[in-house]
């Protein structure tokens, strides 16, 4: 089968697959990654310990054409979303691909989740997992930079690792080492409402300590936030009110909202099955370069 004839197979089977990619299931996810993971000009190095439990493991993604493992690295370290239940490193390596063609080494680690574990402890992993690549892990001489990004409850980690010192702090990690964080589709500003968000966050009295809007303290790194217009898991406003008090804080931030975009297809936007249209992905590498 040729190229062109692949992707037109692959783009058919994603509109039959509507239902699937709506709830970023495993499934759909693996689907999207399909074409990546075929055609993708990248090196990966899989299932990578960063800690000892067995879910804490990370996928590392090398551009093709690096000089080799001792050259610097401009690190993006990616934090999936699945509403902190859900969610498995192997089905972005559509990330991964957008991001290794631009010449950025990409690191997409497993976390816990709940039920079997509750607030922070997802959350400490993923601050483990930075700490760990930081120091090299012995893949590669030095990073030169280091971003974070993460989608949905993702993005939530994220901004939690640059927004709260405690998470990192606890591995003796400045924050001024995150040069840059990018969030689609964050819960910056949530409250849990439901009872099955008050167990998994049920460890709190006071639930402006899971809130990234609440520790913003104008320190934090320039950040790019993006979000679908259409988006009804999380409510554009999340993004309005995190980017609106980090801007009146001094910090440098950029904002995109996507109109005719939804929660699942802004991060599948970075897919090659969304060629077209695609400011998504301009706008992310853009403001990578800069």
């Given at each position: 089968m040729s190229r062109s004839a692949f992707h037109s197979?692959?783009?058919?089977g994603?509109?039959?697959?509507?239902g699937f990619l709506a709830a970023c299931t495993d499934l759909g996810l693996r689907a999207v990654s399909a074409p990546s993971e075929l055609l993708g000009d990248m090196r990966v190095e899989s299932d990578i310990p960063y800690g000892n439990k067995a879910h804490q493991g990370l996928d590392l993604y090398f551009p093709a054409a690096a000089a080799g493992a001792t050259a610097p690295q401009r690190l993006v370290i990616f934090v999936y979303g699945g509403d902190w239940t859900s969610g498995?490193?192997?089905?972005?390596?559509?990330v991964a691909d957008a991001l290794t063609a631009a010449g950025y080494t990409v690191a997409i680690p497993d976390y816990a989740k709940y039920p079997d574990v509750t607030f922070p402890d997802f959350v400490a992993d993923v601050a483990l997992a930075?700490?760990?690549?930081?120091?090299?892990g012995g893949r590669f001489e030095h990073v030169d930079e280091i971003v974070l990004m993460g989608h949905s409850a993702g993005a939530h980690t994220g901004a939690l690792l640059v927004t709260d010192p405690r998470f990192l702090g606890a591995h003796q990690f400045p924050l001024q080492r995150i040069d840059a964080f990018v969030g689609l589709a964050g819960p910056y500003a949530y409250l849990p409402q439901n009872q099955k968000y008050r167990d998994i966050f049920g460890n709190l009295e006071d639930y402006q300590q899971m809130q990234p809007l609440h520790f913003l303290s104008g320190s934090e790194?320039?950040?790019?936030?993006?979000?679908?217009?259409?988006?009804?898991?999380?409510l554009p406003l999340h993004t309005q009110k995190f980017a609106d008090k980090a801007t009146a804080l001094g910090v440098d931030v950029s904002v995109h909202i996507y109109p005719g975009r939804g929660h699942a297809n802004l991060v599948l936007a970075l897919s090659r099955l969304q060629s077209e249209n695609n400011a998504v992905r301009e706008d992310i590498l853009s403001f990578l370069e800069r």
């Open positions: 197979a692959l783009r058919a994603v509109i039959l697959m509507t498995n490193k192997d089905g972005y390596a559509f930075v700490s760990w690549l930081a120091g090299n790194p320039p950040m790019l936030l993006l979000h679908g217009e259409d988006d009804s898991t999380v």
